[in-house]
Nanobody, 125 residues
């Protein structure tokens, strides 16, 4: 189990950029596959991006491909989500999540057992 705390959310204009950070506790951060999820009002939670324990493999939702980049710094126990060309439809609460690295790629939402509290991202028109 790992504890996660997101930060970096806020209000940004459409077309702007924002970088979310997720700080993880514990000494085994590199053992986890990390993901970013989001939930907009009235919508189901969706997977935005996933990154393997090594950072070599990544997976993105079609809606964010080419705009968002997930990365991690295991030495800092931190995973990032760089969001560029933001759109109003990106407005949501963004959650960081973690799962043990074992298993198929890419993992499903149900595989993530540790979740942060979320950070609000609001994109204005």
């Amino acid at each position: 189990q790992v504890q996660l705390v997101e930060s970096g959310g806020g209000l940004v204009q459409a077309g702007g950029s924002l970088r979310l950070s997720c700080a993880a506790s514990g000494r085994t951060f590199s053992s986890y596959v990390m993901g970013w999820f989001r939930q907009a009002p009235g919508k189901e939670r969706e997977c935005v991006a996933v990154i393997s324990w090594s950072g070599v493999r990544t997976k993105y939702a079609d809606s964010v491909k080419g705009r968002f980049t997930i990365s991690r710094n295991n030495a800092k126990n931190t995973v990032y989500l760089q969001m560029n060309s933001l759109k109003p439809e990106d407005t949501a609460v963004y959650y960081c999540a973690a799962k043990l690295r074992a298993g198929p790629w890419p993992p499903s939402q149900d595989d993530f057992g540790s979740w942060g509290q979320g950070t609000q991202v609001t994109v204005s028109s």
